[in-house]
């Protein structure tokens, strides 16, 4: 079964979350996706409120920038939230947007090596070992956390890149992609995946977890049209999903059937009823989702 979420934009005020975060709750939607985007709100904090604030909720973390955040702390802040919400958290870890990298201080030559070296020492720091590591960017002696959280938890990647999604098939528990992914390139990627996870005999589940740019009213094409212009696409098709309940489930399970598992709705930073937005996915859009 396809499952549902949303983004918190995070251009909105961080005060804005908990009200959106209840909404979502109450309406029964099943995750909500936060972006700790340079340099508007961080990840962690914002991922705790929001769980705090709701009873079933999920949140997704899409994604923490592996440069700007020290493996160590990332798996003490990851673990406190596994083991004080157990099951409904989903965070990801990617080469973060190079320029902001920059700008922070922390841009790195190699993000591939990073990255790669991150997910490794994460995964270990979270599975409760002890771990040492002389890596190029990350160097452990003999950590371990004391609490470390009581089940296995999904190490998810942000990947867009050939590189960055076999390094994501091979590493990680699944992979996030951005909005502007067509049906076709989820299938490419889907396919990429099971191809190398079967030929590593590995048969663990995998997630595709995919943002859909969304928009609903009677404005929503105009709106699509302008933000699909600010991110350079080179065309609305199989970008977007634009109209009524129906119309956008129906895009919906086009993503769905090329192999997401999961798809995010992306409203436009314009939406001025993000409220409503989150009501209109789990209430509308949902029941019609296979």
């Not at 099943?30 to 340079?38: A, N, P, Q, S």
């Not at 098939?169 to 996870?197: C, F, N, W």
Request: hydrophobic residues 45%; glycine residues 10%.
């Amino acid at each position: 079964m396809t499952t549902l979420g949303a983004v918190f934009l995070p251009h909105l005020p961080p005060e804005r979350l908990l009200g959106i975060a209840r909404t979502a709750d109450e309406a029964g939607l099943e995750e909500l996706w936060l972006w700790e985007d340079c340099f508007l709100q961080g990840g962690i904090a914002a991922s705790a409120a929001a769980l705090a604030a709701t009873s079933r909720l999920r949140i997704g973390i899409g994604i923490l920038p592996a440069p700007l955040r020290n493996v160590a702390l990332t798996a003490m802040e990851l673990a406190t939230l596994h083991r004080m919400f157990p099951g409904r958290l989903l965070a990801g870890v990617g080469h973060g947007v190079q320029d902001w990298m920059g700008q922070a201080g922390v841009r790195v030559d190699s993000p591939l090596t990073l990255l790669r070296e991150q997910i490794t020492a994460l995964r270990g720091l979270l599975g409760g070992e002890t771990v040492t590591m002389a890596g190029r960017y990350v160097h452990l002696d003999g950590v371990r956390l004391d609490h470390p959280p009581l089940a296995p938890v999904p190490i998810l990647a942000g990947a867009s890149g050939p590189r960055t999604l076999r390094l994501a098939a091979e590493l990680a528990d699944g992979v996030i992609l951005t909005g502007g992914t067509t049906p076709e390139q989820v299938r490419k990627v889907h396919e990429t995946v099971e191809s190398y996870r079967r030929n590593q005999g590995r048969r663990s589940a995998y997630k595709i977890i995919v943002y859909l740019h969304a928009a609903t009213g009677s404005d929503a094409a105009a709106r699509l049209e302008i933000e699909c212009a600010r991110w350079g696409y080179p065309a609305v098709t199989d970008r977007t999903a634009c109209g009524d309940a129906v119309a956008i489930a129906s895009q919906v399970r086009r993503w769905a059937a090329a192999g997401a598992g999961t798809v995010v709705l992306q409203p436009t930073p314009d939406d001025q009823n993000p409220d409503d937005f989150v009501r209109f996915a789990a209430r509308e859009v949902r029941p019609l989702v296979l």
